[in-house]
Every structure is written in C-alpha cells, then in structure tokens.
C-alpha cells in the first residue's frame, strides 16, 4: 500500500511539473502575429555583464529599445518591448511606420518587419490609431 501511494504522489509531482513547462513554453515561445505601429526608440550602450562599455574590435556597440503596443488578429492587446541587435551604428525603425511581428506575451519571437497599411486587417487598424 505505501508503494501505491509513493508513486501515486509521484505521479502527481510529474504530471504538476509537466504542466507547469508547457505553461512556461506556451506563453514564452508560442506567438500569434500582431501589428503595432513605432513610437521613439532609445538608443543604449551595450555593456558587459560586469558594467563595462562593450566593445568589439575597438568600437563601442549599442542597440535600441522599443515598447510596443501590439495588437493580434483577434484584436488583444500586448504591452511587449523589444531589442534591436547591437552594432556600432544600428538602424533605427522609421517612427510612425507600421511593424508585424510573431509576439507572445513575453517577448518578440520573430520579427519586427515593417508593412504597409494595406497589409493590416483593418479591424487592427481602427486599434492601433
């Protein structure tokens, strides 16, 4: 009988811990296409993870954030930031253009590209102005 039980509870400990991954993965890497339209970026210094300038080959890299607001297909709303790659000089987004992107609720998975306007739903349109 203590046998059944231990494995009884160790079931439930795996089938709770199995869950609880597929949640982690489902709202971390699984994205639903979303629109949203660029706003000022902030352009940063690349550091180490000690705080030091980052540098490569002698030249200080930087990167630029965003904060989206993302609107999906089926009209939610999503408050994501994003990154762009560091470089020496990166290219900013053209503020006021629109960007599609494969987001989840916490971060950009794929993207952001730029469209144009005819490309969005236009039930997301009337959204994002």
């Not at 991954?21 to 949203?36: C, E």
């Not at 540098?55 to 890299?61: A, F, L, T, W």
């Not at 494969?102 to 005819?118: L, M, T």
């Amino acid at each position: 009988m203590k046998k059944v039980i231990g494995w009884l509870i160790a079931l439930v400990i795996v089938a709770f811990a199995g869950f609880k991954a597929y949640t982690y993965w489902d709202s971390t890497y699984n994205g639903t296409t979303a629109y949203a339209i660029v706003q000022d970026a902030t352009k940063h210094k690349s550091k180490t993870s000690k705080g030091e300038d980052y540098k490569v080959d002698g030249q200080q890299q930087y990167y630029y954030s965003y904060d989206f607001k993302w609107i999906t297909e089926d009209g939610k709303e999503l408050n994501v930031g994003w990154e762009s790659r560091e470089s020496s000089n990166p290219t900013q987004l053209a503020a006021g253009t629109i960007v599609k992107a494969e987001v989840s609720s916490k971060r950009v998975i794929k993207g952001p590209n730029s469209v144009n306007k005819a490309q969005v739903p236009s039930e997301v349109m009337g959204k994002l102005q």
